[in-house]
């Protein structure tokens, strides 16, 4: 295969980046920390394979999926001062579960686009079927699994040899291009076709948002259950919690929810009292799967939460008062969410809170 297309035109290696390490098709694997039967595939792949790659991987997804789409919105990047080492963090945006064909064919007229700028990330995912994929804007391969021989039957299928020493472009100098910054001739001829704001990846990435109703999330939290975990859990709120308001839920939403929580809490919660019980509310049904959880399972819950619970006990005030907590008789350990208010109340809690009577405790 030849060196030039290897990497997609929105990543260029430096010509002088010290001893030239030859970087060629491969995965490695590895089993993802704190999980005994689930793997995360690392990949190259050459530039004019991913479009393929994706729409066969898609197949293992079932009926459903969502889209996971990585990039800039604003100017962050073009504003950044000349010396400055640390760059912007990309916004990440899901859409919800959608047919999946109904994503594919969505995508595929952006597709090139999207694996070509240097400054997109985009991902395909059902958490149901403990399956994603993900080519970041690195433009590296990701595969998270619960089945290594699906993925590594499928690398083998594609003649994408397993490596024990994969080289990444990380390993060596580079720099990222958008495809507005190149010059047309250097545009393979399907991309140079395309007018100027076709090939800004801020417009074509809102216009995909926009097509699949995807929401901005935060990535602050990371975890992966693998389809016997989920099931597990699903049983057990079947047997145990099917009169719970949350019981319809799916439980590593309700993880998710309760960290965008705290994050909204951590800076400024606008929503009111009943709102903010809501969301205290969702910890209540994590805490009820921990305890009703076997211990395996219950420690793998306890610190995917550990971290989003240490920044709310942190923001917390007036821990001396307690706000009223439903009667929950299945739970047996204390409920510290309940124990204060959290420090940046929005105008519409703060008020709530006065009409609740809580500053004149």
């Given at each position: 295969?030849?060196?030039?297309?290897?990497?997609p035109?929105?990543?260029?290696?430096?010509?002088?980046?010290?001893?030239?390490?030859?970087?060629?098709?491969?995965?490695?694997?590895?089993?993802?920390?704190?999980c005994?039967?689930?793997?995360?595939?690392?990949?190259?792949?050459?530039?004019?394979?991913?479009?393929?790659?994706?729409?066969?991987?898609?197949?293992?997804?079932g009926?459903?999926?969502f889209?996971?789409?990585?990039y800039y919105?604003?100017?962050?990047?073009?504003?950044r001062?000349?010396?400055?080492?640390?760059?912007?963090?990309?916004?990440?945006?899901?859409?919800?579960?959608?047919?999946?064909?109904?994503?594919?064919?969505?995508?595929?007229?952006?597709?090139?686009?999207?694996?070509?700028?240097?400054?997109?990330?985009f991902?395909?995912?059902?958490?149901?079927?403990?399956?994603?994929?993900?080519?970041?804007?690195?433009?590296?391969?990701?595969?998270?699994?619960?089945?290594?021989?699906?993925?590594?039957?499928?690398?083998?299928?594609?003649?994408?040899?397993?490596?024990?020493?994969?080289?990444?472009?990380?390993?060596?100098?580079?720099?990222?291009?958008?495809?507005?910054?190149?010059p047309?001739?250097?545009?393979?001829?399907?991309?140079?076709?395309?007018?100027t704001?076709?090939?800004?990846?801020?417009?074509?990435?809102e216009?995909?948002?926009?097509?699949?109703?995807?929401y901005?999330v935060?990535?602050?939290?990371s975890?992966?259950?693998?389809r016997?975990?989920q099931?597990?859990?699903?049983?057990l709120?079947?047997?145990?919690?099917?009169?719970?308001?949350?019981?319809?839920?799916?439980?590593?939403?309700?993880?998710?929810?309760?960290?965008?929580?705290?994050?909204?809490?951590?800076?400024?919660?606008?929503?009111?009292?009943?709102?903010?019980?809501?969301?205290?509310?969702?910890?209540d049904?994590?805490?009820?799967?921990?305890?009703?959880a076997?211990?395996?399972?219950?420690e793998?819950?306890?610190?995917?939460?550990?971290?989003?619970?240490?920044?709310?006990?942190?923001?917390?005030?007036?821990?001396?008062?307690?706000?009223?907590?439903?009667?929950?008789?299945?739970?047996?350990?204390?409920?510290?969410?309940y124990?204060g208010?959290?420090?940046?109340?929005?105008?519409?809690?703060?008020?709530d809170?006065?009409r609740y009577?809580?500053?004149?405790r």
């Open positions: 295969m030849k060196k030039s297309t290897l990497l035109i929105g990543l260029r290696r430096w010509k002088n980046d010290g001893p030239r390490l030859v970087q060629r098709e491969g995965f490695e694997y590895a089993l993802l920390e704190d005994q039967n689930a793997y995360r595939f690392t990949a190259v792949a050459a530039a004019d394979r991913v479009e393929s790659i994706f729409t066969q991987f898609s197949r293992f997804l009926e459903e999926a889209f996971i789409l990585e919105p604003d100017d962050s990047l073009l504003l001062p000349s010396g400055a080492t640390e760059r912007p963090v990309p916004a990440v945006y899901y859409s919800p579960y959608l047919p999946t064909e109904v994503i594919i064919n969505a995508v595929l007229p952006y597709l090139e686009r999207l694996v070509h700028d240097g400054f997109v990330g991902g395909l995912a059902n958490n149901r079927k403990g399956l994603e994929f993900f080519y970041s804007e690195e433009k590296v391969l990701t595969f998270f699994t619960d089945n290594h021989l699906r993925i590594s039957t499928f690398f083998q299928q594609l003649g994408i040899p397993h490596r024990e020493r994969l080289i990444l472009p990380q390993d060596f100098g580079h720099d990222h291009l958008s495809l507005l910054s190149l047309r001739e250097q545009l393979p001829p399907s991309l140079a076709q395309f007018s704001d076709d090939l800004d990846a801020v417009i074509f990435c216009e995909l948002t926009d097509i699949l109703n995807m901005e935060e990535e602050g939290l975890f992966f259950l693998t016997k975990e099931e597990e859990i699903a049983q709120v079947q047997q145990k919690l099917a009169d719970h308001e949350f019981a319809d839920a799916e439980f590593g939403g309700l993880l998710l929810d309760w960290s965008d929580f705290v994050t909204e809490c951590e800076h400024s919660f606008d929503g009111d009292l009943w709102e903010y019980k809501q969301g205290l509310k969702i910890r049904t994590i805490q009820l799967v921990i305890e009703l076997p211990p395996a399972l219950a793998k819950i306890s610190q995917i939460v550990y971290e989003p619970d240490l920044t709310f006990k942190n923001i917390l005030i007036d821990n001396r008062k307690r706000l009223d907590a439903p009667c929950e008789t299945r739970l047996k350990n204390e409920r510290f969410w124990q208010v959290v420090r940046n109340q929005g105008c519409d809690l703060r008020r809170l006065i009577g809580w500053f004149k």
